[in-house]
């Protein structure tokens, strides 16, 4: 047998091992929900990661204040080795504003109908830049017994103003299991805006009733954002409608070089 032959299994060895390590490692991906959702919003997005070999985290955000819950998804984000892609719905968006701060494992930050405030601004300051947020009059108060407000959208309205394009069963079960959000969170002014100092991914639906298309839009301008994709009657609930959509703009930020 010839020395060549006998080379060929460690050759091919060492050549598989070579392309391993410079195999790049897949981003974790890193969901925030926002208010008047959960965690298992995120569920037909999660489905189609994980197919594609992504690892998933659908973060519990206790949306209670800015600034606590940006550190809350933050330790989250600490404790993961590698690359981390953080993806915000709604309120979310803030969170992971909040959160990448002083985390240098962010590979990029995807707002999914979600706000991206600059520093100062507000959730509440934002959704009324432009008209056509019809959330204020879906809302009912719940008094906290510390003090303040907890927020929820009313059940009957639920649907045409949150989820306007998801079958009304659906849309039941998720007014059913919505989080609230305290009135101070809303209000709270953001911290540093990380996003312009890390790639930005936006996507949004041109029927949102609780952000505005035209808010989305000024966001995404001036954040210069990366990739910028508007669903034509897209609802506030993309995560749930469009889960193809929102999936394959987070593997487009988790794959960009």
């Known amino acids: 047998m010839r020395l060549s032959t006998l080379l060929l299994p460690a050759t091919l060895f060492l050549s598989g091992a070579a392309h391993a390590q410079t195999t790049p490692e897949k981003p974790v991906i890193v969901l925030v929900h926002g208010a008047f959702a959960e965690s298992a919003s995120w569920e037909p997005v999660i489905t189609r990661l994980e197919k594609d070999g992504y690892t998933v985290i659908a973060a519990a955000n206790p949306l209670r204040s800015v600034a606590s819950d940006g550190a809350a998804v933050s330790g989250l ?14 309120y979310g968006g803030p969170v992971i504003t909040e959160a990448a701060n002083g985390n240098p494992n962010i590979k990029a930050l995807v707002y999914v109908a979600g706000f991206a405030p600059e520093t100062g601004e507000s959730s509440f300051s934002l959704s009324g830049k432009f008209p056509g947020s019809t959330l204020g009059e879906a809302l009912t ?17 639920f649907h045409a103003q949150f989820a306007a394009d998801v079958p009304a069963a659906q849309a039941a079960v998720m007014a059913a299991t919505q989080r ?4 101070k969170a809303l209000q709270e002014p953001t911290g540093i805006a990380a996003w312009k100092t890390l790639p930005n991914y936006m996507i949004y ?3 949102d009733r609780n952000i505005p298309a035209a808010v989305m839009k000024f966001m995404a301008e001036r954040a210069h954002s990366r990739k910028t994709v508007e669903i034509p009657g897209g609802s506030h609930a993309l995560m749930v409608s469009h889960p193809a959509e929102v999936a394959g703009l987070i593997e487009e930020a988790a794959t960009a070089k």
């Not at 719940?142 to 309205?157: H, R, S, W």
Request: net charge positive; charged share 15%.
């Open 205 to 207: 639906g041109s029927a």
């Open 77 to 90: 984000v600490k404790s993961i080795k590698g690359p981390v892609v953080l993806v915000g719905h709604s």
């Open 180 to 183: 609230p959000i305290t009135m």
């Open 141 to 157: 108060a719940v008094p906290l017994p510390e003090g303040g407000q907890d927020l929820y959208i009313q059940t009957a309205k």
